[in-house]
């Protein structure tokens, strides 16, 4: 089962019916896929990679890797207000994954095509090389143009909010529950971690917003990106925040991996939680203290 | 100068004005990238990811790295017939790369802005991780739905045909010259391997090709994927083969990282190069002698 395409074949079969269908004329199997267009849309897309230790234990299920994978990395996407249509896998595995034979990648395959089925898109295209685990995700989608939410819309005064509770994943990182005992019996932390959700249903709830991104790195981050992007800063109260269960402030702040969307509107969002407010001098405050934006850096220099 | 951020920075300078322009409605720095599409165009799209020591030695030049990555990710959208638009790319450097502060990614991305230059496509998004050296690169274009040419579309009778010689490549590295002293000269074998041409402007002469696809892995090993996809097989007369000034006939059939195209049609192309027939038999010959496929497999498994 070491072959190059009866590896292929195999992930494809754990795809199932999430490998083509409807917008993808052609799936995988060719040089390229060929996926159809709606009139008056535009493209979105971006990339991301997740490598072993960094954005996942090594050892984690192979199942919840893949839908891990598919999820964090369409997050961007709704993010920018977009609708997800497909994605392409570029997957480099070797020894510790092939000592497995097919199943570590036909259980990668079907964790992702659990996502796949959820977010309603294909995993239309891929890649297999064999080298250190890499698994890198190309994600695609369409916007109507007028639609587009940028990180760069801020405004001085607007309201700042998320789409829900942060910290969670990042509470399960710093309690070192990162490796469930049962993958199909995950804790709420876990949960957290390992299932979290891209919030294209949030995009309705949205829409009057005018600037926004997801929170991956975390929130003092991700929201110090907003701030230099629309050319303001902020002011944050801590007990509007809204923490996860089992999370504290300091997870939700600098922990990352959340994945929920932080919006600026110029009124409040039904459905949303209200954290503070973007302001014309630079800079950040939690409480009227200055917060320095920290989170994670894969290159961990100073910021 | 190890700061994720700076580095990305870096990398977008040295794209320079390939980072965004004409179909690219938002370029790199938000979550995604926005892209015109053309009205009845359909979108085709493929990934690859490249190693160092499997697909570049880990200390080649990073400008010509770069030119590589992106024209041998092109090339299967050259393969369908398509029109190439944008690419993006995921990028793991580790210790080696990062010890040369920002100069090894600018260079990288110097020589990605070479090819996307030549190829009139945009880098405009990516991601960089802390990792083993990798660099997944999806490619995006566009191609008319009556003109994506598939491998599966051969018959029985056609005429096999290759754009150009083939084999330099593959004696590049079988040379051991894979490592240029000067990366501003080139052997015109270095030539062939670090600077393929994505064969874009071949599509006018393979217009009534009913199959196709591109030389990566060595015409005996793709030939059979045609064949495979096609339901039949071929007949080659090693006469016709053209063979690349410095390579062999092995070079030509197994060597790989040719990226001239193979297609099968019914009547000859004129400015393509002969090299035999479909057949209703299955199964590969040469000179009428049964010819294993054989070529590049990244799990070195049987064929």
Known sequence: MRNEFALIDAITRGLGDRAAGEWISLGPGDDAAVISTTPNFAQIASIDTLLPDVHFPAEAPP????????????????????????CLVSLSIDKPQLALGADWVVLLARGMADAARELGIYVCGGNLTRGPLNIAVSVHGEVAPQQILRRSGGLPGQRLAVTGALGAAAAC????????????????LQRAYYRPQARFDALAMIMSATAGLDISDGLSQDLGHLCTA??????????????????????????????????ASDEPLPGTYPIG???????????????????????????
């Not at 407010?277 to 100073?302: M, N, Q, R, Y």
Request: charged letters at 20%.
């Open 63 to 86: 199942e919840l890797i893949g839908y891990r994978a598919l999820m964090v990395s369409f997050s961007d996407l709704a993010a920018m207000r977009g609708v997800p249509r497909y």
């Open 230 to 263: 629309s050319g303001c800063g902020a002011s944050l109260q801590s007990s509007s925040i809204p923490i996860a269960e089992g999370a504290t402030l300091e997870d939700a702040l600098f922990g990352g991996d959340d994945y929920e969307l932080l919006i």
């Open 277 to 303: 407010v973007l302001t014309a001098e630079s800079g950040l405050t939690l409480d009227s203290v200055p917060l320095a934006p920290k989170g994670f850096d894969h290159f961990g220099g100073e910021r």
């Open 173 to 188: 990182v710093r309690r070192g529950q990162m490796v469930p005992a049962d993958s199909g019996a995950l804790t709420p």
